[in-house]
């Protein structure tokens, strides 16, 4: 029953409840923002910078479609969806590489490509962005690792000349002792 009261006799949707969805959309729309920020965090060098200006152009959208959102909510709404989708390619293109990269840049082509409501779509896309960069952190959490392992192999391998003499001795004691 609550579809039909915010519906009209038309069965156009109130602009109450346009509203509504416009200021979900652009909350979700701020949280996105927010994950690309933590995201450029964990970025470096040009990918980083890339990710900073559009996530500054995105806060800046934010806050002029929050102006928008009591005058006119459709177009509100859409933008939320446009800042999302913006912030989830720009993503995409700071962290994902190669095939994998080429592969979600198309499926997250176009701004209906999450769900046919804003608010969901820019849930979903806020979702990608925060999976992205649980993904870069981890692929720099074993980079650190992998360096660390070559590290401590390069102390712990004995030199040639340590292992010649190491061997040496060992066959000095077998003919010695038998």
């Known amino acids: 029953m609550a579809n ?3 519906r009209t006799t038309t069965g156009a949707r109130s602009e109450r409840q346009q509203r509504r969805d416009a200021r979900k959309a652009l909350s979700q729309a701020r949280r996105a923002a927010k994950e690309a920020k933590k995201l450029r965090r964990s970025l470096k060098g040009a990918n980083r910078s890339r990710l900073e200006a559009v996530a500054a152009a995105a806060e800046a959208d934010v806050a002029r479609a929050r102006a928008e959102l ?18 989830e390619k720009a993503s995409i293109r700071a962290t994902a590489s190669g095939p994998a990269r080429r592969r979600a840049l ?10 046919p409501n804003a608010a969901e779509s820019a849930k979903a896309r ?21 360096s660390l392992g070559v590290l401590a192999a390069s102390i712990l391998t004995p030199s040639d000349a340590k292992r010649r003499k190491k061997d040496r001795k060992r066959i000095e004691r077998k003919i010695t002792h038998g």
């Open 4 to 6: 039909a009261r915010t």
């Open 70 to 87: 009591g005058v006119q909510p459709g177009r509100a709404a859409r933008a939320a969806r446009r800042i999302t989708a913006r912030l």
């Open 106 to 115: 198309e499926r997250g082509a176009g701004p209906d490509a999450a769900g």
């Open 126 to 146: 806020t979702k990608l962005i925060k999976q992205r960069r649980a993904q870069a952190k981890t692929a720099s959490k074993m980079a650190k690792k992998v």
